[in-house]
């Protein structure tokens, strides 16, 4: 049967229409999804220092307190305040008087006994004296040589001298005060600051870590190298001079679980004062074949352990948990989860997740590595 016209056209317009919406479909369809760029550092070994920075005090190499050993009156003081003395020099002058007198009397004694007890020897031998005699006259001329010795001794206590070289400090005496053999109270202190000593803690657990590592072999002792200290000043300079460790308690505190270090540095300038604040970096040990990755490709998850990811040989993104144990610069030394070769990613990681292909690129914003010298892992 023949379509009339006015059906046919009503067909024809529906097909048109069909095909202009299926081409409209295949026109607006997406592109296919392109491979993500990312940037990424080719992690080396390396081998550096493994150091320990730690807050300390200086403390003198040696101090003397000056105390008068006789009674007096002190006629003079020799000396200026803060300056270097030497040992032996004269800090002070007590009245002497009284002992000179006293060391005056102990001669004059001293040459009675000794003749009676050399006449009493010509007579004994032919018995004019008996010999509980001139025991007696030995006896008291020995008893008078040991006293002139200790008027002696008296009268050359009223020179005060310093015990030792170094710097002294205030007096605590002036001209005319009385001063007494065995006062509290010292006259004045001596300190030696070349060298200096600089005290410092370190806990139990770095110790005990630092063991742990040697003894498996992962670290291994710093050569000669090893015991030198160097220092940080209060404003953040670097003391020029280095030191060395000198010894650790043998006893741990049992308030702050910590071991005292002490070392000690040459002062020539007398930079260093008593009682100053400064950081110590003790040179612990040498750590081979050391990883240190990037701080933008390290992130950690909510339970706080720290990930990072890599670009497998595939071009695939891998995750990594890793144990991250301390900072050094910008980066984080890595003992476990990452490993010498890896492709660690730190740009682009918001638009990527472990399982896609990525396309690899060396990355922009990371700093050129260090040479393997200059790297020092610090623990505070």
Request: aromatic residues 4%.
């Amino acid at each position: 049967m023949p379509m009339k016209p006015a059906f046919a056209a009503l067909v024809s317009a529906i097909a048109l229409a069909t095909l202009a919406l299926t081409g409209c479909q295949e026109a607006s369809a997406p592109p296919p999804a392109q491979t993500p760029k990312v940037g990424v550092v080719t992690l080396q070994p390396q081998s550096f220092t493994l150091t320990t920075e730690l807050p300390g005090r200086t403390a003198a190499f040696r101090i003397a307190e000056v105390r008068p050993q006789v009674d007096g009156i002190i006629q003079k003081r020799l000396f200026t305040e803060g300056s270097e003395v030497k040992a032996g020099q004269q800090l002070y002058q007590i009245d002497p008087s009284v002992y000179t007198a006293t060391y005056k009397s102990a001669q004059a004694s001293l040459a009675s006994a000794r003749s009676l007890a050399e006449r009493y020897e010509d007579l004994v031998s032919d018995q004019a004296v008996s010999k509980q005699a001139y025991d007696e006259s030995q006896a008291a001329r020995l008893q008078a040589e040991a006293a002139l010795e200790k008027a002696s001794i008296d009268l050359r206590y009223t020179k005060v001298l310093a015990p030792i070289s170094g710097r002294v400090g205030r007096s605590a005496v002036t001209e005319g005060a009385l001063v007494s053999n065995g006062q509290t109270l010292a006259m004045a202190t001596i300190q030696q600051l070349d060298p200096i000593y600089v005290d410092v803690t370190q806990s139990t657990k770095d110790l005990l870590r630092l063991r742990r590592e040697m003894a498996e072999g992962q670290l291994e002792k710093a050569g000669a190298s090893g015991a030198r200290v160097s220092l940080l000043l209060e404003d953040g300079s670097e003391y020029p001079h280095k030191g060395s460790l000198e010894f650790s308690e043998v006893s741990v505190d049992e308030g702050t679980g910590s071991v005292t270090v002490r070392a000690v540095f040459p002062n020539p300038e007398h930079t260093l004062l008593p009682g100053m604040f400064v950081h110590a970096r003790l040179g612990s040990a040498v750590k081979q074949e050391a990883i240190l990755a990037p701080q933008q490709g390290v992130t950690r998850d909510l339970k706080g352990q720290a990930t990072a990811l890599v670009v497998n040989a595939e071009n695939k993104v891998e995750l990594r948990h890793l144990k991250a144990e301390r900072t050094v610069g910008d980066r984080w030394l890595v003992s476990e989860g990452l490993n010498p070769g890896d492709r660690l990613i730190t740009e682009g990681l918001q638009f990527v997740r472990p399982g896609v292909e990525v396309n690899a690129a060396p990355a922009t914003n990371v700093a050129a590595q260090q040479p393997a010298g200059d790297n020092l892992a610090k623990s505070h």
